[in-house]
DNA sequence: CGACGTTGTATCTTCATAGATATATCGCCG
DNA sequence: CGGCGATATATCTATGAAGATACAACGTCG
C-alpha cells in the first residue's frame, strides 16, 4: 500500500487563520471585481463568502474595498494587503508542496551528545549532526534529497571550510534522470542508501555514473530527527 | 501584524486520509492497550473511536489486533502497520514543521529559460537556477535559510565540482547566534539580503564577523518558484 | 427619479461530524 | 456459572459550518 505524504496549508494572521479557501475567494474577488461574481464562480454563497470576507478584516485589518451603488452598482477590490497574503500564502503552499514532493532518506540512530536543538546521532552510516527534538534518544533522522550535495571526492572541500556539517562517502547505486533533474541513489553503508536530486547539469559536469565512488554532504540544520518513542498526547 | 505558517500534517493511504487525530487516537490506544481507556483520555466517545478505527483499517487492512472477552475483558494492540504508520506521521511532520519554523528569503524575478521544471530567473542578485511552475513569467523565489551553505570566499570550491549550482557573493550583516544555531544575515545586493542558518560551529570555524565578505551557495532542487499572476481557481 | 447591480444583513434549512446513551457479545477466571 | 471489562453496534442528539432565501441600503446613470 502506498502512503502519500498530504498537508493543507493555512496561515495564521492575528485571530483568524487563513486555507486555501480563503485565499481562493480573494483571487476570486480580485479577478471579478465583485463578491457576488466571485460566489458564483466558486459556486458557494454570497452570503457566507461577505460575512467571511468581514470576518477576516475584523482581524486583520482592511484587505478589501468595497463600493456599493455606483455605476455598475459597485463592486470590491482587493487592497495591497491581501494581495500580499495571498502571495505569502503561495509561497508557503510551494515550500510544503516541495515537502511532500521530495523523497527523504531515514536513518535509525541514537542520540549521542547534545547542544540545544543539535545533536550528534549515531547511526549505520556514521555520526549525524542534526536537529534533534527535547528529551529523545532513539530517533529517526530524515534527510530530503533536496538538501544533499554531491562532490567529486578529488575535490571535495574538507568540511572546515563550508557550514556542511555532515558529510559521506558513498557509491552511486542508480541513476534516474528526469527531464531537468536527476535522482540519484547513494550507498553509503550496507544497508544504507541516501537519495539526492541534482540537475541533469550537475549530474553530467560531476560526470555521475553507476559505480562511481562520490561524496555526499548536507547541513546539519537539514537534517531533522523524530524520537522513535513517540508520545503524541496532546 | 505578524503572519504565521501553520499546516497541518496528513498522509493519504489508500481511500482514507489520516490526520494528527488518528495518529493520537492511535497512540492513545498503544499506551493503554484497551479503545475504551484511549477513549477515556483523549475524552472522546467510544463509540466515534472505535468507528473510526474500523473505518481505517477497511481502507488500510490490519492496524489493530483486537480482543474480546479474556481476562480484563480483552484489549486491543497496534500492528507493525500502525507503528510505521505513526513514525511516517511523525517524519512528514518534522518536515513540515522545519517548513514553518525557518525562514525564507525572497527574490522577485522573471523567468528566462525553460528546461523542464528548471528555469534560470533573473533577479536583483543575478540569475538564480531554481524549480519553476509551468508557464509562470513573473515570479518569487524562495530559499529556505536551512538550504543555505556559506563558505570561505578564498576555499570556496568552483561550482564545477558540486552540486550546488547557485553561487552568490556577499557581505555579513548580522550575526544572531543561539544555543546551537546561528541566524546569518548576508547582503547580496543593494536592496537584497539572504538569511541562512548554520551551527555555532560552523560559525566559529568560518570565523564568520559581520563585514565579512562571504560565499553563499544553494541547490537548484532547494529553490522554488512560484508565480506572481496567482491562479488560484480550483 | 426610477432602474440596476452591487453591498449588507437576518433567518431558515441542510448537512456532516461527533458526543451520549443503551444494549448485545465475547471469553477468561474465580 | 455468573461477573467483569473489554469489543461491537444502533440510535438519538448537539453543534457548527455553509447554502438558500429574502429584503434593505446604496449611489451612479439614463
Known sequence: MTIEKEYSTKLAVGEVTIDRRDIEMLDAIDRHGSMHKAAEQLGRSYARLQNRVVEIEDAVGPITERQRGGSGGGGTTLTQTAHELCHQFGRHEAELDGVARVTESVFPGTVQDRTGE?????????????????????????????????????????????????????????????????????????????????TNASSSRLGLEVGQSITVSFKATAARAIRLESDYSA
Not at 140 to 160: H, I, K, M, N, W
Request: charged content about 20%.
Open 118 to 198: 543539535l545533536a550528534t546521532v549515531e547511526t549505520a552510516i556514521g555520526s549525524i549532526l542534526a536537529l534533534v527534538p527535547d528529551g529523545a534518544h532513539e530517533v529517526q533522522v530524515t534527510v530530503r534529497s533536496d538538501a544533499v550535495v554531491l562532490t567529486d571526492p578529488d575535490e571535495a572541500p574538507s568540511a572546515d571550510e563550508t557550514s556542511l556539517r555532515n558529510q559521506f562517502r558513498g557509491t552511486v547505486m542508480a541513476l534516474e534522470p528526469g527531464e531537468a533533474i536527476t535522482g540519484v541513489t547513494v550507498r553509503l553503508g550496507a544497508d544504507s542508501e541516501l537519495q539526492a536530486l541534482i
